[in-house]
């Protein structure tokens, strides 16, 4: 990252003229080499592009200039994602597109009012407009607008958030909304409220959730602790009442010892609208408590040890968990020895304890299905990874041992090789060997990435990924250009295609091309026109 922020021409610029604190040239090399960061230039903050939390949805952007972003997309069979970069913020759901159909997007930032200096505002005004043929092609419209308040005594910020879009075409026809408060308290702390709303066409099966959070963070007597709670209710047609789910957590992150304890109450039939649990009706507990001495010795720079097993515990919503019988799932994980070499290398050596209660059958890979019982299994795991930072990177990783009712064992390989500041290439490969009671497989999986950095403001990026458990090999491609700070162009590319051997068009047979499983091409252009 140092290397990118020194090389780069508004570090030069910046030389005999412009001062920062070591602070700020961390923010700025990170926001030239990620791309990932944009600053407001009212009160000379950075804030990431993107926040959540742990309650339903949020996404809070702070923009001072106006925007104008225009995006084309065409043979595009579905596109799914959120791109939220420096200047813009663009939603992309779920849009399947034929050949004739285009898709424009534009946004359009609002800037600062000269009478409101004391309090600055920033607006986002986001609309979506699109055409289509048939019932092949989902187009969103909609508006998103977000408004932020910053109080100039205080120090403290409110972040309003109003998202609105309406959906044609398709069996799912619907309108949804969301609305996010937040309001920082203190130095670091904050109080939020949000607010969703889907609604079936003419307004039928209204479906709404809405809840409050609060994160903490303090420092007592030298320590971090941080304090977070959240709650949330939903109301479904079908559904009687308010199904509630709540989380209380604290969390103690310091360099000798970092812990944290969680506990979750989720109610069966709480289903937020535009959102979602892993699981309803249960009680849930997680946590960790990690030792973390610095002996400087033997080439150890930092010890990690979980004396106190890590655990995640799922129980039954009218059970306990302190009742092992109750309990649907359980992790469990001893850190026997762990951490961090001088040279930036990472080990570890753990020990892990698993509980699965299926109450039905369910299928693990192709045909092999896992019946409904009670499986306890035992597991070890090795893994050493080299310091990210080095030219040439291996790491390895192994995990082996019971898994239900039968054996398993996992490696996973991983290479990476950086060159000249322009050139990352990485590779790895994920193979499982089961023998269970049900069958036996093997599972793989290869995931490969190329980078090529022309320079700070072009960049070509390709991702590869194959596995046989679904059969198909999926490609990305995606060519990044700034002609100037605030402008962008992407251009990328989309395709899966099948590797099933019985399938007439299979790839790497190239007449394969031509016939993908899924595909997109997208061509987004974005100006910044400032004030």
Same mark, same amino acid.
Request: proline residues 5%; without cysteine; charged residues 20%.
């Given at each position: 990252?140092?290397?990118?922020?020194?090389?780069?021409?508004?570090?030069?610029?910046?030389?005999?003229?412009?001062?920062?604190?070591?602070?700020?040239?961390?923010?700025?090399?990170?926001?030239?080499?990620?791309?990932?960061?944009?600053?407001?230039?009212?009160?000379?903050?950075?804030?990431?592009?993107?926040?959540?939390?742990?309650?339903?949805?949020?996404?809070?952007?702070?923009?001072?200039?106006?925007?104008?972003?225009?995006?084309?997309?065409?043979?595009?069979?579905?596109?799914?994602?959120?791109?939220?970069?420096?200047?813009?913020?663009?939603?992309?759901?779920?849009?399947?597109?034929?050949?004739?159909?285009?898709?424009?997007?534009?946004?359009?930032?609002?800037?600062?009012?000269?009478?409101?200096?004391?309090?600055?505002?920033?607006?986002?005004?986001?609309?979506?407009? &699109?055409?289509?043929?048939?019932?092949?092609?989902?187009?969103? &419209?909609?508006?998103?607008?977000?408004?932020?308040?910053?109080?100039?005594?205080?120090?403290?910020?409110?972040?309003?958030?109003?998202?609105?879009?309406?959906?044609? &075409?398709?069996?799912?026809?619907?309108?949804?909304?969301?609305?996010?408060?937040?309001?920082?308290?203190?130095?670091?702390?904050?109080?939020?409220?949000? &607010?969703?709303?889907?609604?079936?066409?003419?307004?039928?099966?209204?479906?709404?959730?809405?809840?409050?959070?609060?994160?903490?963070?303090?420092?007592?007597?030298?320590?971090?602790?941080?304090?977070?709670?959240?709650?949330?209710?939903?109301?479904?047609?079908?559904?009687?009442?308010?199904?509630?789910?709540?989380?209380?957590?604290?969390?103690?992150?310091?360099?000798?010892?970092?812990?944290?304890?969680?506990?979750?109450?989720?109610?069966?039939?709480?289903?937020?609208?535009?959102?979602?649990?892993?699981?309803?009706?249960?009680?849930?507990?997680?946590?960790?408590?990690?030792?973390?001495?610095?002996?400087?010795?033997?080439?150890?720079?930092?010890?990690?040890?979980?004396?106190?097993?890590?655990?995640?515990?799922?129980?039954?919503?009218?059970?306990?968990?302190?009742?092992?019988?109750?309990?649907?799932?359980?992790?469990?994980?001893?850190?026997?020895l762990g951490g961090d070499r001088e040279n930036g290398d990472r080990f570890e050596m753990n020990v892990q304890r698993w509980l699965d209660a299926p109450i039905d059958t369910f299928g693990i890979f192709r045909a092999v299905k896992i019946p409904p019982g009670r499986y306890w299994w035992s597991r070890y795991e090795l893994q050493y990874f080299m310091n990210p930072g080095r030219p040439l990177r291996f790491g390895v990783f192994a995990n082996w041992g019971q898994f239900y009712g039968g054996r398993s064992t996992d490696l996973e390989l991983s290479a990476t090789w950086r060159r000249g500041g322009h050139i990352i290439v990485s590779t790895d490969l994920i193979r499982t060997t089961a023998k269970l009671p049900a069958g036996a497989f093997t599972a793989l999986l290869s995931a490969n990435r190329f980078e090529y950095d022309f320079n700070t403001r072009a960049s070509l990026l390709a991702f590869v990924q194959f596995d046989n458990a679904s059969e198909r090999v999926d490609?990305?491609?995606?060519?990044?250009?700034?002609?100037?700070?605030?402008?962008?162009?992407?251009?990328?590319?989309?395709?899966?295609?099948?590797?099933?051997?019985?399938?007439?068009?299979?790839?790497?047979?190239?007449?394969?091309?031509?016939?993908?499983?899924?595909?997109?091409?997208?061509?987004?252009?974005?100006?910044?026109?400032?004030?």
């Amino acid at each position: 990252m140092l290397e990118t922020l020194f090389k780069s021409r508004e570090f030069e610029a910046s030389l005999g003229a412009k001062f920062k604190d070591p602070m700020h040239y961390v923010i700025s090399t990170m926001r030239l080499a990620y791309d990932g960061l944009h600053k407001n230039a009212e009160d000379g903050k950075e804030y990431w592009s993107e926040t959540t939390t742990d309650l339903v949805y949020q996404l809070d952007i702070k923009l001072p200039d106006k925007v104008f972003a225009l995006e084309i997309a065409a043979d595009a069979q579905d596109i799914t994602g959120l791109i939220a970069r420096e200047g813009r913020a663009v939603r992309l759901d779920n849009v399947p597109f034929s050949t004739t159909k285009q898709f424009v997007d534009v946004a359009y930032t609002f800037p600062t009012p000269a009478d409101l200096r004391g309090r600055t505002l920033h607006a986002t005004l986001q609309r979506t407009a &699109g055409s289509f043929v048939g019932a092949q092609l989902y187009v969103y &419209g909609g508006a998103w607008v977000s408004l932020g308040f910053d109080s100039l005594s205080s120090g403290n910020v409110t972040v309003v958030t109003l998202a609105i879009d309406a959906q044609t &075409g398709g069996a799912d026809n619907a309108n949804e909304a969301v609305v996010r408060l937040q309001h920082d308290l203190f130095e670091r702390s904050y109080v939020g409220a949000i &607010g969703t709303m889907r609604a079936g066409p003419n307004g039928q099966g209204v479906r709404r959730a809405g809840g409050v959070d609060i994160d903490l963070p303090l420092v007592v007597r030298g320590t971090n602790l941080e304090p977070k709670f959240w709650i949330a209710g939903s109301q479904t047609p079908g559904i009687p009442g308010t199904p509630l789910a709540w989380r209380i957590s604290t969390d103690n992150p310091n360099d000798l010892f970092d812990n944290f304890v969680s506990l979750y109450r989720i109610d069966a039939g709480f289903a937020p609208p535009l959102g979602f649990v892993r699981r309803t009706g249960i009680w849930e507990t997680t946590g960790h408590s990690n030792f973390m001495p610095r002996p400087h010795a033997f080439g150890i720079r930092q010890l990690d040890f979980k004396i106190i097993p890590e655990w995640d515990i799922i129980a039954n919503e009218s059970g306990s968990l302190g009742r092992s019988r109750d309990w649907q799932t359980a992790w469990f994980e001893w850190r026997l020895l762990g951490g961090d070499r001088e040279n930036g290398d990472r080990f570890e050596m753990n020990v892990q304890r698993w509980l699965d209660a299926p109450i039905d059958t369910f299928g693990i890979f192709r045909a092999v299905k896992i019946p409904p019982g009670r499986y306890w299994w035992s597991r070890y795991e090795l893994q050493y990874f080299m310091n990210p930072g080095r030219p040439l990177r291996f790491g390895v990783f192994a995990n082996w041992g019971q898994f239900y009712g039968g054996r398993s064992t996992d490696l996973e390989l991983s290479a990476t090789w950086r060159r000249g500041g322009h050139i990352i290439v990485s590779t790895d490969l994920i193979r499982t060997t089961a023998k269970l009671p049900a069958g036996a497989f093997t599972a793989l999986l290869s995931a490969n990435r190329f980078e090529y950095d022309f320079n700070t403001r072009a960049s070509l990026l390709a991702f590869v990924q194959f596995d046989n458990a679904s059969e198909r090999v999926d490609f990305n491609v995606r060519f990044h250009w700034i002609p100037v700070i605030g402008d962008d162009v992407f251009v990328v590319w989309n395709s899966g295609y099948t590797t099933e051997p019985l399938s007439r068009f299979r790839f790497p047979d190239t007449r394969a091309l031509a016939r993908p499983l899924n595909g997109a091409f997208v061509v987004k252009v974005v100006h910044r026109l400032a004030p």
